[in-house]
């Protein structure tokens, strides 16, 4: 062998003979089953590679690949091994010279083979998988980062080497089991995976996902998308993240257990993911842009944020739609598919919970634009209120943890107006998730958890309450918003179908609004808010149960409770505990503590003397001692009503719309009108009377153009042409002017004014006039 090695080094121009003689002699010890033979020879050919690096070794390459061939073709596991080990050693060698004719599709199909083997014995079979493992793992050093090569990353062998692969992950971990090594060649091959080339990759394996029937279990998936996402480069984890948002979409009327699984291995996916990609791109790029940053041209386009969110929105509303009809088209045919509620269910949970997970990897602004868009498309007319109900649990997911620095830019009008428009839904659970956001968005200290146990607290420092300063934003969000949240307090206290936890989010809203953006005002319209609060409880106009009459006052009388030691103002704080302290002698149904407990002890309330109430005039007086404005706090609150509270009273949110689209179209500036209870009956009964005549319009057209002759069509076809002509010969008359002239205005020759008709496109202008 040394003198072999010697005479080749010696004279490489033999060496391609050499290759040809061994791989003869191989080949027919092979046929005549010399298997000593056949090992020294490709001991010597090993050898031979390993010390010869000239640049005529591309031929002496053809004739080792020859006879591995020739090996792994045999039906002996000993001879498909050693074939497989020379190819190895071979893969690692790093030639000098290119090789532009090799070709390596027999060793991708081969090894694959060998790793999907169902030999005998259990020993021998693993040691054929493990063997092909190996052997896909140097067919992919041996041409990754070759480009004059066979393209690895080519669909045809992707569906060969990456279903081998997930075969063997699937394997129970043994002693001696391939699941290890298929990992390591697993995280390999992707981890040399590009850009351009992560798509074909990825998608073998959602393919074999579905044909093996793999989502439903949920593990094997999300342990294979661990690898990858933790595998390829993290510039391109938004890459996956398109291609399972792609794949949940074709997925759509697959049963919930699958749509689950996928649902699952996206939420691992977007934690894997939070330092990187999704946010990264469209959205953020133009802002990237626009700070001059040049590196920012070269960022690769992924998924939008909003892009995400509506895919994971959608399937929640066919989740919900599916449940509620029971099969995936709308039909009741014999041949759909059962629907089981619950599944459905543990999908919608699951899509939630990925809701907030992407949220969670977002700035603050990004966060703003997804509550945006996420309250866009909560208002679909006729939509059942459940799902409005899940697409508000989500909604509650993303503003989880929503770091708020600016209310103004948080909380828009865009934004705060239609969230509040849902706290005076029908729905009890819809108006609670509601109140759940509001807390959220302005709690910016984690106050919030102190406030929801309703109670008299004779110290509150012991709830050890953070308090800022309140900045020039949030005097100008309160002076400018302030209003809309007191009435959606008043308006929600009155709502009868209110329940405990509903009067512990609103005590948690008002002291928040006192932690957060009180300055002097907030807090005297406050006071005036709790006042106003009793005498709801107190009025006999309002139809309110027992419990919701305690409820209220118990609120008022906490939530003073709170204000009088934050204001600090002794004799405020002096009438406020005599009121409570009498309460808890005479009236203790008026307070918390025997309100919100598991079998309250209200009773019918008939009177309520006025030492148990706190008086408005005694708080004026106080404070007006201590520099508040007393004319401010004598003046009863009485809240703004709008034509939104008006219609608050409605059954789902398409009845909601219309009717406010009638009231809007009734108060136009033409026609000023007052809305009453006759007003709406009549829009309700008009609306009713609208759709009929639209329906027979829309029946008369079509019946008009399917029976009509063509001429009497053709004609008023081109009637509605001429006149539209016509309008748009109006519009350009009136574009036209005549140009300027020095004097103002061409004059004839009889001291008459003339203009001239010339088109604006032919008018010179200064060229500072152009831009």
Not at 75 to 82: A, R
């Amino acid at each position: 062998m040394e003198k072999l090695t010697f005479y080749a080094l010696s004279a490489p121009e033999k060496l391609d003979r050499i290759g040809a003689y061994l791989s003869e002699r191989l080949s027919r010890d092979v046929a005549r089953h010399r298997y000593g033979y056949v090992c020294i020879a490709m001991e010597a050919l090993d050898q031979l590679l390993m010390a010869c690096h000239c640049q005529s070794i591309n031929l002496f390459v053809e004739s080792f690949l020859k006879m591995v061939r020739k090996l792994l073709e045999s039906d002996k596991p000993s001879l498909q091994i050693l074939g497989t080990n020379s190819f190895v050693k071979f893969a690692n060698i790093e030639e000098d010279t290119p090789s532009y004719h090799r070709s390596y599709d027999f060793f991708v199909s081969r090894f694959s083979e060998m790793c999907h083997s169902s030999y005998e014995d259990p020993d021998i079979r693993t040691k054929i998988r493990m063997a092909g493992i190996k052997g896909l793992q140097g067919v992919v050093r041996k041409t990754v980062n070759d480009e004059l090569q066979a393209n690895i990353w080519d669909p045809q062998h992707m569906d060969k080497i990456v279903p081998s692969l997930l075969f063997n992950l699937q394997s129970e971990k043994e002693k001696e089991s391939p699941v290890e090594l298929t990992e390591r060649c697993f995280r390999e091959l992707l981890g040399r995976a590009a850009y351009g080339n992560i798509k074909n990759a990825v998608t073998p394996v959602l393919m074999h996902l579905d044909n093996h029937s793999l989502w439903e279990g949920k593990t094997f998936a999300v342990r294979c998308f661990k690898i990858i996402m933790y595998s390829i480069q993290s510039q391109h984890s938004h890459l996956v993240i398109q291609q399972l948002l792609g794949h949940l979409d074709a997925n759509s009327k697959n049963s919930a257990t699958v749509r689950a699984g996928i649902v699952e291995v996206l939420l691992e996916a977007a934690a894997i993911a939070a330092s990187g990609s999704v946010g990264k791109t469209q959205t953020v790029l133009p802002v990237v842009m626009s700070s001059c940053n040049y590196w920012s041209l070269f960022v690769p386009a992924g998924p939008t944020v909003l892009e995400v969110f509506n895919t994971l929105l959608r399937q929640l509303r066919l989740s919900v739609d599916y449940e509620l009809t029971g099969c995936y088209d709308g039909s009741t045919n014999i041949g759909t598919k059962i629907i089981k509620a619950h599944e459905e269910r543990q999908l919608q949970e699951a899509v939630i919970r990925t809701i907030g997970s992407f949220a969670n990897t977002l700035p603050t602004y990004q966060r703003s634009e997804v509550m945006l868009f996420i309250m866009g498309k909560i208002p679909v007319p006729g939509v059942h209120p459940m799902t409005v109900l899940k697409k508000f649990v989500g909604f509650c997911q993303v503003t989880a943890g929503f770091d708020t620095t600016n209310m103004l830019t948080a909380l828009p009008t865009s934004f705060l107006e239609p969230l509040l428009s849902f706290s005076l839904t029908e729905d009890p659970e819809i108006r609670l998730l509601v109140l759940q956001i509001l807390l959220s968005l302005i709690d910016r200290h984690d106050n919030a958890p102190k406030f929801l146990n309703v109670s008299i607290i004779s110290d509150i420092s012991v709830l050890k309450l953070k308090v800022d300063k309140c900045s020039r934003q949030d005097n100008l969000f309160m002076k400018k918003h302030g209003q809309q949240l007191y009435r959606h307090i008043y308006l929600g206290c009155k709502e009868e179908s209110s329940g405990q936890q509903h009067y512990e989010a609103l005590f948690a809203l008002l002291g928040l609004l006192s932690m957060e953006l009180a300055n002097e005002e907030v807090v005297v319209d406050l006071i005036r808010l709790a006042l106003a609060l009793q005498d709801l409880a107190l009025s006999t106009d309002e139809a309110l149960p027992v419990f919701n009459r305690c409820a209220i006052h118990a609120v008022a009388a906490a939530y003073l409770n709170l204000i009088c030691q934050l204001t600090t103002v002794p004799a405020f704080c002096q009438h406020i505990h005599e009121v409570i302290e009498l309460r808890q002698k005479e009236t203790p149904y008026l307070l918390p503590e025997d309100v919100f407990i598991e079998n309250p002890k209200y009773v019918p309330i008939t009177f309520i003397s006025r030492e148990v109430l706190f008086l408005q005039s005694k708080i004026t007086e106080v404070l007006g001692g201590s520099g508040y404005n007393t004319d401010r706090l004598a003046t009863p609150y009485v809240p703004q009503y709008t034509d939104e509270d008006r219609l608050s009273k409605r059954k789902s949110i398409g009845e909601t719309i219309s009717l406010q689209g009638e009231v809007e179209s009734r108060n136009s500036p033409e026609k000023e009108e007052e809305i009453t209870f006759e007003t709406l009956k009549n829009a309700i009964v008009d609306s009713v009377g609208m759709e009929e005549q639209e329906r027979e319009r829309r029946r008369q057209v079509v019946e008009k153009f399917q029976k009509a002759p063509f001429e009497e069509i053709a004609a008023h076809c081109g009637a509605r042409a001429t006149l539209l002509q016509s309008k748009l010969n109006q519009i350009f008359e009136i574009t036209i002017r005549p140009p300027p002239s020095p004097s103002g205005t061409i004059s004839s020759g009889y001291g008459q004014t003339q203009s001239r008709s010339v088109p604006i496109y032919e008018m010179k202008f200064p060229d500072l006039c152009v831009y």
